[in-house]
C-alpha cells in the first residue's frame, strides 16, 4: 500500500517565533494514517524541530544544494539540513524554477545528492498554463520526471515522493479538476513503470499540490493515483491543514 504523504510547504512566511506557535498547533492535529510533513524556511528549520518534537510529524526544507559544501553563498547542502534534523526536502518547485533559474539539470543534481546524503525528496513537476491550453502536459511532465530521475536507480526510488502541481493553479485559487489531477498523476505512474518496474510504479507516493484546500482535498484524495498533497497557503492555517490531514486519513 502507497504512503499517503500531506506535506506543507510554508515557502517564505513566518518568523522563528511563529513558526514554532504553528508547529506546535500542527503537532497536535490528531493523524492517523497519512504522513504528516512540514517544509519549513530555513531560518524555522530549529524553532520547527522544537515545536514538533515528541509528535509524528516530519521535518522538512524547501530546497537544498547539490554540493556538500564549497563557494556558494547563500545556499545549504543536504548534510546541514540532516544534521538540523530534515527528513525531507522539496527540490524543483515551480517557484524555484520561475524565479531562481532552476533547470531539469539542476533538479537532478540536487535530488541526488539529497539522495545520497539520507532525505527523501519531494520532486515537483507540473505545465504552465499555456502549456496546458496547447496540449503539452504530458510533454512537459514526462521530461520533468525523465531529467529529475536521471541516475537514480530503483532502490532509491523509496524515499522519492513526485508532487505534480500545475503552475497555473499554484496560488492562483485555481485548481484542476478532480479528473485532470488523476489523469496526470496517472500518467506519471505509467511512465514510472516503463522507466523502472510494476513495483516502482505501484509504490511510489504521487501528491497533488496546486491550490488543495479543505474544501477540495477529500475528493482529489479520492482518486486512486492521487496519494496525498503539497500544500501551500492551507498549510498555514492548522485548522484547514488538519481537514486535509483527515482526509488523508481516510483516503
Known amino acids: 500500500m502507497r504512503k499517503i504523504v500531506i506535506a ?44 514538533i518534537a515528541g509528535s509524528k510529524v516530519k521535518l522538512g526544507a524547501e530546497n537544498v544544494h547539490w554540493e ?9 547542502s543536504a548534510p546541514m539540513l540532516v544534521e538540523c534534523g530534515c527528513e525531507y526536502v522539496i527540490i ?20 541526488k545528492a539529497a539522495l545520497n546524503a539520507g532525505l527523501k525528496v519531494i520532486l515537483c513537476v507540473g505545465e504552465l498554463k499555456e502549456e496546458r491550453e496547447t496540449g503539452k502536459t504530458e510533454e512537459v511532465v514526462k521530461r520533468q520526471v525523465i531529467e529529475g530521475l536521471k541516475d537514480i536507480s530503483a532502490e532509491q526510488m523509496a524515499n522519492v515522493v513526485i508532487a505534480y502541481e500545475p503552475v497555473w493553479a499554484i496560488g492562483t485559487g485555481l485548481t484542476a479538476t478532480n479528473e485532470q489531477a488523476e489523469e496526470v498523476c496517472a500518467f506519471i505512474r505509467a511512465l514510472l513503470k516503463d522507466l523502472y518496474c510494476d513495483c516502482v510504479a505501484d509504490s511510489t507516493t504521487i501528491q497533488y499540490g496546486g491550490s488543495m484546500n479543505a474544501k477540495n482535498a477529500a475528493d482529489l484524495l479520492a482518486m486512486p493515483n492521487i496519494d496525498g498533497g503539497l500544500i501551500g ?16 486519513d481516510k483516503a
Open 68 to 76: 556538500a559544501s564549497g563557494a556558494f553563498t547563500g545556499e545549504i
Open 233 to 248: 497557503g492551507a498549510s498555514l492555517k492548522p485548522a484547514d491543514f488538519g481537514v486535509i490531514i483527515a482526509a488523508g
Open 92 to 111: 524543483g518547485h515551480s517557484e524555484r524554477r520561475q524565479y531562481f533559474g532552476e533547470t531539469d539539470e539542476t533538479v537532478n543534481k540536487r535530488t
Open 8 to 51: 506543507g510547504n510554508w515557502k517564505m512566511n513566518k518568523t522563528p517565533s511563529e513558526a514554532a506557535e504553528l508547529a506546535t498547533q500542527i503537532a497536535a492535529l490528531e493523524n492517523n494514517k497519512a504522513e504528516v510533513v512540514i517544509c519549513v524556511p530555513y531560518v524555522d528549520i530549529f524553532a520547527a524541530k522544537q515545536a
